[in-house]
């Protein structure tokens, strides 16, 4: 890899988006671990506890469609925003639930402001991203997340005596907060910071930092659908599926989705719950949940450090099968964990598994979409992703129900497994990929 390419700066407006997903995963880290927990309250099953994240996922699949044609038509940035004011009002409306079915369905309505907001934000960091710096774009991406994901349960087990309702009140406010990061720091097009910014840019001959990239873009500031349609090509899902790697990216996304967050979300705090072992100096209780989550996103934290620049010099293959067989065995020996100690140790490795996974999967879909409009590929990945955090709760929760969490956790580690077998067996190089390219 050359020296200029590895001096390529990443775009102001990927940092602003990355500063707006730690306000968001700050909120949301609040809320998981007591979500299940919360559901539990009004006397359901375990099953029945998994669907409230389920719900989630499933709004969020079936407007996947819908959100890929909007992000062309109102432009990313005004999708995000609208996307995460929708998260919000759900989110507030949540805290108020007196029944089970009451939870359930407003839980479920914010699926639809989550994948506009995560299709626009994803959309986005591909158009920003330099081609040689799209994993470390994408792994800053993560980052952002993982850094609420971390402060974010370890806030929840602080204010646990608060109850169930103030965590998604708060989870509220952090979508606000992250509205106005956007909504300042990317004007839309015709604004006059925009322009502004776009005039002393010209002037500078290319070397204002305002871009934070003169070697991205030298002539122009980013072009990117702010606020309606633009002129990009756009990429089919049919056109899509001529790549041979991307149906191998849905089975991976559709895993990770499967094990690493349905799960995650909606079997870890039980899983936790049933947990009374532990040494005197750190004994089982409520913290345990938010505790488990907080090792898992630190797991994913040490991973990124290095994921991302791996997946652009060694390739993207290599790197995703790496967190697959992490990440899956140590899912199956989670089911086996009987102290505090085994328990959150195995969430830190599982966690570091999949920390891999991410930045990779989000790189090689970059390498499809390209500098074409790709809306609606991502919405489909993300549609893969969604289906497999609804399936992975449901299925768990009825194996957990009949056979307990042992069967449970092999069948969340097995297809993760599975995943790796099929990167092995269906794709045998890296040469189509900008990592490849870079290396020669």
């Known amino acids: 890899m050359s020296k200029s390419k590895e001096k390529v700066r990443l775009p102001r407006e990927i940092w602003v988006i990355v500063a707006a997903s730690v306000a968001i995963s700050l909120g949301y880290g609040i809320v998981a671990p007591v979500l299940p927990r919360f559901a539990i309250q ?66 479920g309505m914010g ?28 792994a800053a991406f993560g980052g952002g997340y993982l850094i609420g994901n ?23 406010l952090m979508l606000l907060i992250a509205i106005a990061i956007v909504a300042y720091e990317i004007p839309a097009d015709g604004h006059r910071r925009r322009k502004l910014r776009e005039v002393l840019f010209k002037r500078s001959g290319g ?7 003169a070697e991205v873009f030298p002539k122009e500031l980013p072009t990117v659908a702010l606020s309606g ?3 990009r090509t756009v990429l089919t899902v049919s056109q899509a599926f001529e790549n041979r790697r991307f ?6 996304t559709f895993v990770q989705g499967w094990a690493n967050m349905g799960m995650r979300v909606a079997v870890v705090p039980l899983l936790a ?15 345990l949940a938010g505790g488990a989550m907080t090792a898992f996103a630190l797991g994913n934290v040490v991973a990124l450090l290095h994921a991302g620049r791996w997946a652009d010099f060694y390739g993207r293959r290599i790197v995703v099968i790496w967190g697959l067989v992490v990440s899956g065995v140590f899912t199956i020996a989670l089911g086996f964990s009987a102290t505090t100690v085994t328990f959150l140790l195995l969430c830190f490795f599982g966690g570091l598994g999949a920390g891999f996974i991410q930045p990779a999967q989000q790189g090689a879909i970059a390498d499809i979409v390209g500098d074409r409009q790709g809306g609606r590929v991502v919405s489909f990945f993300q549609q893969f992703n969604d289906f ?10 009825l194996i957990i129900d009949y056979s307990g969490y042992v069967t449970a956790y092999i069948v969340g580690g097995s297809v993760l497994i599975f995943a790796a077998i099929s990167w092995l067996v269906f794709d045998t190089n890296d040469s189509d990929t900008v990592a490849g390219k870079a290396r020669e």
């Open 247 to 252: 149906p191998l990216v849905l089975i991976t």
């Open 111 to 138: 699926g639809f402001g989550s994948v506009m907001f995560s299709v626009a934000a994803m959309s986005l960091v591909i158009q920003l991203a330099p081609p040689h710096a799209r994993g470390r774009a994408s």
């Open 42 to 107: 009004f006397g359901v099953t375990t099953t029945a506890a998994t669907l409230v994240v389920s719900a989630f996922a499933f709004t969020r699949l079936i407007f996947a469609p819908a959100a890929g044609r909007l992000s062309g038509r109102l432009g990313e940035r005004r999708m995000y925003l609208l996307g995460i004011f929708i998260v919000a009002l759900s989110s507030a409306a949540s805290s108020a639930s007196q029944a089970y079915w009451h939870l359930l369905v407003l839980r």
């Open 207 to 213: 070397q204002v930092r305002a871009p934070r990239s």
């Open 273 to 287: 719950g049933t947990i009374v072992l532990g040494p005197s100096w750190l004994p089982a209780g409520d913290w």
């Open 150 to 172: 971390i402060a974010g349960p370890a806030l929840g087990a602080v204010i646990a005596p608060l109850g169930y309702r103030w965590p998604f009140l708060i989870y509220a």
């Open 388 to 397: 497999g955090t609804i399936l992975g709760p449901i299925i768990a929760g």
């Open 229 to 231: 349609s633009s002129n």
